[in-house]
């Protein structure tokens, strides 16, 4: 059973950072396009930023230029580098792996942003 599990969530203050982790087991790692998604109560699920298994990496718009993903082929993990965190970006954190019809989620980690 293929695992994702993230870590790193937690309650800063706006303008502050948080690294979120997702270890993945059980698949080719490096062979799939990895993402976080985020979502709020009552909300849809929206994706925050993708990379893929060539290193090519994509942004909402939202979080451009605060946010940096990442991943460690070697240690099967992506990260998503937070900075400047806004009350807006709070939401749960979703990671992702998908390749053709395999679409993979984690549980999420919960990030809150509050003074």
């Known amino acids: 059973q293929v695992q994702l599990v993230e870590s790193g969530g937690g309650l800063v203050q706006p303008g502050g950072s948080l690294r979120l982790s997702c270890a993945a087991s059980?698949?080719?790692?490096?062979?799939?396009?990895m993402g976080w998604y985020r979502q709020d109560p009552g909300k849809q699920r929206e994706l925050v930023a993708r990379?893929?298994?060539?290193?090519?990496?994509n942004y909402a718009d939202s979080v451009r230029g605060r946010f940096a993903i990442t991943r460690d082929n070697a240690k099967n993990t992506v990260y998503l580098q937070m900075n400047n965190l806004r009350p807006e970006d709070t939401a749960s954190y979703y990671c992702?792996?998908?390749?053709?019809?395999?679409?993979?989620w984690g549980h999420g980690t919960q990030v809150t942003v509050a003074s």
């Open positions: 992702n792996a998908q390749r053709h019809h395999r679409d993979y």
């Open positions: 059980r698949i080719i790692f490096n062979i799939y396009n």
């Open positions: 990379i893929f298994a060539d290193g090519t990496t």
